[in-house]
């Protein structure tokens, strides 16, 4: 870890008592997060498993339909049999002409189905989990150690993007942890993970040498691969949500503190956003940044209006996100 020799032994008991303090806290934030998380992914997987459930019910239907036809037939055929009636023959099946109609209109009620949901879900990619070139555990980090994500990604609260920390954010406690000895590591196929050597990986990358405690050689990125993206034309600003909406990451990101290897949670879909939008409360305790909306804080306590949504504050106007 990085030298301070400018500290003074009290300055690093209040540091240590700091931690302390900070860890024996309830981690409420997280908890709210990722049930916020969970009930937007359960609300956008229950949608889908509707459409399927009605897809599947209006094709039984359909089916169901032909039959009582052809029994329809096969029965008028026998009252007029037994009537001495003459009847004409039944046409076959296949050259009915009101059967082939039915299943023309099926076949282009079902392929505009699927055309429609595969046009729709063009660009996405939930559950997305690629192989990253080095192993790194969020539930070990933020989970088990407790590591908060600002202190990787700093930016996520000042910037429009997150940032993927550079090598160095990880050297200040690999410098000092050259071994993994927490518990077993898998990835998602059940491959037992070798902790140290992934922590050698880090090191092969940056040109540290762990036992002359010193950097050798010139380091080199890491090729990190990008999960979540968005299309060009959509505007989004992390600070803007984690700042000024004080929106947990396990929110989008799904309970992060948990996953091994990062997948996307969420479709990002347009519509998961708006919905989002139109359901969440302004936060505005101790928020400076919702001054200018005093209004809307008279309004509530008057008892006009129960509370505000971000849909009330403009968050579904559409050059909010495409401009």
């Known amino acids: 870890m990085t030298a301070f020799p400018g500290l003074k032994d009290e300055d690093i008991d209040n540091i240590l008592a700091y931690v302390a303090q900070e860890q024996s806290k309830p981690a409420g934030g997280a908890a709210q997060g990722a049930a916020a998380g969970a009930e937007a992914g359960a609300g956008a997987q229950d949608s889908g498993g509707n459409s399927l459930l009605f897809g599947i019910i209006t094709l039984i239907l359909a089916i169901v339909a032909v039959i009582l036809m052809q029994i329809n037939s096969n029965l008028n055929k026998l009252a007029a049999e037994k009537e001495g009636h003459e009847h004409a023959e039944p046409v076959p099946f296949y050259k009915n002409k009101a059967y082939i109609a039915i299943c023309i209109i099926l076949l282009f009620v079902v392929g505009g189905y699927f055309t429609i949901q595969g046009a729709i879900g063009l660009g996405r990619q939930q559950d997305y989990m690629p192989e990253q070139p080095i192993f790194y555990s969020h539930k070990v980090h933020a989970g088990i150690n407790q590591i908060n994500c600002l202190y990787c990604h700093s930016s996520a609260e000042k910037s429009k993007h997150a940032m993927i920390p550079s090598e160095n954010v990880c050297m200040n406690c690999h410098k000092a942890i050259t071994e993994y000895t927490g518990p077993d590591l898998f990835t998602a196929e059940g491959k037992k993970v070798n902790g140290t050597a992934e922590i050698q990986k880090l090191f092969d990358h940056v040109g540290w040498d ?92 008057d008892g006009k209006i129960k509370d505000v949504t971000v849909e009330m504050v403009g968050g579904t106007e559409c050059q909010k996100c495409h401009y």
């Open 210 to 301: 762990p036992n002359a405690q010193r950097y050798t050689k010139p380091g080199q990125p890491i090729e990190w691969v990008k999960i979540h993206s968005l299309p060009d034309h959509v505007y989004f600003n992390h600070s803007q949500h984690v700042a000024a909406g004080k929106v947990q990451c396990q929110t989008c990101h799904g309970e992060i503190q948990n996953m091994d290897e990062v997948h996307q949670f969420a479709d990002l879909s347009m519509g998961w956003c708006i919905n989002c939008h139109r359901t969440t409360n302004v936060q505005f305790a101790e928020n400076n940044y919702y001054s200018i909306f005093e209004k809307l804080h008279n309004d509530i306590k």
